[in-house]
């Protein structure tokens, strides 16, 4: 074979697709039942954007950006996430303005350049939902009651939802600090990845998958313990009210994500079913991010999923997605005269709404009607010479085989009575 789509992206195929269209239709029903909008932003932006909006130490912006300079000498690049993004869309259309609290969300194709494999891709899709201009209990709640709905109606059970809270910036500072303290006794027991992430990004040391780090790091001093007290009890309100909403939560001082803007709470889906790479979605605050790329002081929190995560745990809990739909009608022409006929009932049929099939291989009846049981329709309608001069064909039900002589004028109103 000549020509392979590039590594870590898929082709996602007819017999696959029912499975996305149902995450997709849920995502947009559960939105809608939330009152979330949909917003869409290019699939690529000012490399500047992601740099600043999700730091330039995280691995997203260090390692996985798809970069390049266009033809205008821009840096360009291919969105790696969302947030950033609806910030930036937020600022430039001024949409503060429409209402004080914006409900946004999406569903959109990232790049990020990763190792691909189980769940890890180069081209994914995210569905996502974003608050902003709300700092309130009720937001970080909204967003993680949104998220669990629409895993619950995606058929994915055994779930863990992890939560944390990695303060406001200046608290972060300080801890910082305490953290490399305490880690720069066993500097040279890190892995090779947490001694760059030392002077980098101290903070994922926390969330490192390596065995040594783990161990070295679980006497760590702890976030939650070198919080402000308002910061730890606004943190223990959003436990509070999602206990109170019967949520199961685990408090996790490992969780401090991958990306710069986040303050205050932060969690995420965990699946048994994923692997290494475990988390369906992520998300939490980030009440500096509009700030930081030039807009007013604006709170916000949302959250992010990988689409092909949720069909794969869902996939994996063989949940029943919902059969496909079946072409309803398929008619056997048998003549030339008979597929003009036929493609005439056949375009006022399908403005009715019926869902019509037709042979474009001038086929045997045999092959036909093989055809047909292929497709599983509901009714074959077969016009032959006889049928013609009748001006009535035969409509045959494939359940139970039965069949009967209908006009031709008459065959929408027998499908629709049937
Ligand atoms: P993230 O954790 O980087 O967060 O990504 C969100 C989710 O996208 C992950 O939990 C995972 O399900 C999926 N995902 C990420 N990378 C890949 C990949 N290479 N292949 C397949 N799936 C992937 C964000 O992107 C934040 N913007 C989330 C957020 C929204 N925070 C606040 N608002």
Not at 58 to 80: A, C, H, Q, R, W
Not at 151 to 172: P, Q, T, V
Not at 315 to 323: A, M, V
Not at 404 to 416: N, Q, R, Y
Request: hydrophobic share 35%; net charge negative; aromatic share 10%.
């Amino acid at each position: 074979m000549k020509f392979q789509k590039p590594r870590g992206t898929k082709d996602i195929l007819p017999k696959d697709i029912e499975h996305w269209h149902y995450v997709e239709n849920t995502v947009r029903e559960v939105n809608k039942l939330y009152n979330f909008s949909e917003i869409r932003t290019p699939t690529f932006e000012s490399t500047d954007l992601f740099a600043r909006g999700v730091g330039s130490d995280t691995d997203i912006v260090g390692k996985e950006m798809y970069t390049f300079l266009d033809k205008g000498g821009n840096s360009i690049t291919l969105k790696p996430e969302m947030t950033a993004p609806v910030a930036r869309a937020y600022l430039e259309n001024s949409l503060m303005a429409e209402s004080p609290v914006q409900k946004l969300y999406y569903i959109s194709n990232m790049f990020r350049y990763e190792k691909p494999q189980l769940g890890r891709f180069r081209e994914h899709t995210q569905f996502g939902a974003e608050i902003l201009g709300s700092d309130s209990i009720e937001s970080d709640v909204e967003i993680i009651l949104l998220a669990e709905e629409i895993y619950k109606r995606c058929g994915i059970k055994n779930f863990s939802i992890k939560i944390n809270s990695i303060g406001k910036i200046e608290e972060r500072k300080n801890y910082i600090d305490t953290l490399k303290t305490y880690l720069k006794n066993n500097f040279e027991s890190l892995s090779d990845d947490s001694k760059r992430r030392f002077e980098t990004n101290p903070l994922r040391i926390l969330d490192s998958k390596n065995e040594k780090d783990i161990r070295l790091t679980e006497n760590a001093p702890k976030i939650l313990d070198h919080l402000t007290p308002a910061s730890k009890s606004r943190f223990e309100e959003v436990i509070d009210r999602l206990k109170y909403l019967g949520i199961d939560i685990e408090i996790d001082f490992r969780l401090v994500r991958g990306l710069d803007y986040y303050t205050d709470t932060t969690f995420e889906f965990i699946s048994g079913d994923l692997g290494s790479h475990d988390a369906i979605g992520g998300g939490g605050r980030y009440d500096g991010l509009i700030e930081t790329l030039g807009g007013k002081p604006t709170p916000g929190i949302g959250f992010a999923s990988g689409l092909e995560r949720v069909i794969l745990v869902a996939e994996k809990n063989n949940f029943k997605f919902p059969e496909p739909e079946n072409v309803i009608l398929y008619f056997i022409s048998l003549t030339p005269e008979a597929k003009n006929i036929s493609l005439k009932l056949i375009t006022g049929l399908r403005d009715s709404g019926i869902s019509c099939e037709y042979d474009f291989l001038s086929r045997s009846f045999k092959a036909q009607m093989r055809e047909a049981n292929k497709l599983n329709s509901q009714y074959v309608y077969i016009i032959g010479e006889e049928e013609i001069n009748k001006g009535a064909g035969l409509l045959k039900k494939m359940s139970d085989s039965s069949q009967s002589e209908v006009a031709f004028g008459d065959l929408l109103k027998s499908i629709l009575k049937s």
